[in-house]
């Protein structure tokens, strides 16, 4: 451990070897997955024929620990354990009697918390014998991680990225370029599903989903290749929870114990990498709140409706029970793209549906305002995903000022912004705007549980 107060470090020795299944752990069983042909519970072979073997395993595994690869492990200490910081001087400016610590993800060589599956699932993929991995990313980050994965082990890679992030964010493209990736921007001509949304609608602006539906028909086109998935299934959060897993080891180094944990959720991979090895803790009386903090303008744990619905806009995948705001929903072109998604991983909808998770959700100036803040205060520059953290974050240690109460609070900073200066650039120059999303007037959150 550094000496310093405000840092934790785990040594290298001490990184987990073992990743930690919370799905046993649930009230109940998930609810099965459906075939959208055919409307029954998926059989081994559709899956296999999507994922890698090893991840349809995973997917659906009731093992409680699943043994982390050595080759995995090997790539992992290019940058882990990654860093426990204590935020000081947003305590000060804050004037809070609570502690603040963020988990820094943005250590890894890609930027971002991504890695940690990215690495495990191009791993998987070359050792079964496929040459070629197909992904969606929104902000790219995902894609990024993916790409210098896929290049580390041997793999082509295509990456369908949201259009609106593909104009917004080149400096990603360029990333994942580097690292070797074809990007397409999605929706594109490269596929049939994306010709008819963009025949339909030439300015269509992309989603996550349409990115989805044209990565599966490419799969589905190549028997050689495999679908690689950043946040929607469950086998990706698995391989987050080495997030969790090191911060209980570094929080028990400081004699401290999380009463809230908070992360930013599109999908939720960084929320279930932090939270998850703290469930079975919270199942058995313990206080702490998970929150999961999302875009205003594309809320499905805060606005949306816990129920069966697609991963991608077209219907063609597997058809999952979670929080959704419908398959069909296309979210505005906010900055923060990594969560624009219209439905939540199926761990993370069983949480939220269970009382398990929380959920807030602000409009992005709000959120842009609490970044700035904290890299005026830290000079950690976050991602626009990381800022909805940190807005929650301030607002839950206002709430401990009037309350006077020394809490721990920790938030997952999943990623850096280095590469999002164009959207800071038009928050300082005073062009960013909030969007309104009509469809959420006249709806209500939902009840926990």
């Known amino acids: 451990m550094n000496t310093l107060l405000d840092r934790v470090d785990l040594p290298l020795d001490q990184m987990p070897k073992r990743w930690y299944n919370g799905i046993p752990a649930l009230p109940t069983a998930p609810e099965p997955y459906i075939d959208s042909t055919t409307d029954a519970p998926v059989t081994l072979d559709y899956v296999e024929r999507l994922w890698t073997k090893a991840m349809a395993a995973q997917e659906f595994s009731l093992d409680r620990w699943i043994s982390i690869p050595q080759p995995v492990l090997d790539a992992y200490a290019m940058w882990r354990p990654t860093p426990l910081i204590r935020a000081v001087a947003m305590e000060r400016y804050l004037d809070t009697p609570a502690q603040i610590w963020f988990k820094y993800e943005a250590t890894s060589p890609s930027g971002s918390h991504k890695l940690n599956s990215a690495l495990a699932q191009a791993y998987y993929a070359k ?4 040459s070629r991995l197909v992904t969606d990313t929104g902000a ?12 580390m082990f041997g793999l082509d890679l295509s990456v369908f990225m949201v259009r609106a992030s593909y104009h917004q964010k080149p400096y990603r493209r360029y990333l994942m370029e580097t690292y070797g990736a074809q990007v397409h921007p999605s929706p594109g001509v490269t596929t049939e599903y994306g010709r008819g949304v963009l025949a339909d609608n030439p300015d269509h602006p992309g989603s996550e989903a349409t990115a989805v539906s044209e990565s599966l028909e490419t799969v589905r ?13 469950n086998h990706c959060l698995l391989h987050q929870t080495i997030i969790g897993l090191e911060l209980r080891e570094q929080l028990a180094m400081i004699d401290r114990y999380p009463d809230y944990l908070v992360a930013s959720v599109g999908c939720g991979s960084n929320m279930a990498g932090l939270s998850t090895p703290f469930m079975e803790d919270k199942l058995n009386g313990s206080e702490t709140t998970f929150l999961a903090v999302e875009p205003e303008a594309c809320a499905p744990l805060t606005y949306g409706e816990y129920r069966f619905d697609y991963a ?7 058809g999952v029970c979670t929080y959704t705001l419908g398959h069909e929903f296309v979210p505005p072109p906010i900055h923060a793209g990594g969560l624009r998604y219209h439905g939540c991983a199926p761990l993370i909808g069983q949480m939220r549906h269970q009382g398990i998770l929380d959920s807030v ?13 904290f890299a005026r205060l830290h000079g950690f520059l976050p991602a626009p995903e990381t800022c909805h953290a940190i807005k929650g974050v301030i ?12 809490a721990t609070i920790v938030f997952n900073y999943s990623g850096h912004g280095l590469l999002d200066l164009e959207a800071y650039g038009r928050y300082n120059a005073g062009e960013l705007r909030d969007v309104e999303v009509e469809s959420f007037d006249e709806r209500e959150a939902q009840v926990v549980g």
């Open 127 to 130: 050792r079964e014998g496929h």
């Open 140 to 151: 790219g980050q995902w894609g990024s991680a993916l790409a210098l994965a896929c290049q």
């Open 221 to 233: 086109a190549d028997p050689a290749a495999r679908m690689s998935v950043g946040a929607f299934s």
């Open 312 to 318: 991608d806009a077209a219907g063609s995948g597997p």
């Open 361 to 373: 959700a602000y409009p992005q100036t709000q959120v842009f305002d609490a970044g700035v803040t």
């Open 395 to 406: 607002d839950l240690a206002l709430q401990c000022k009037e309350q006077k109460r020394d």
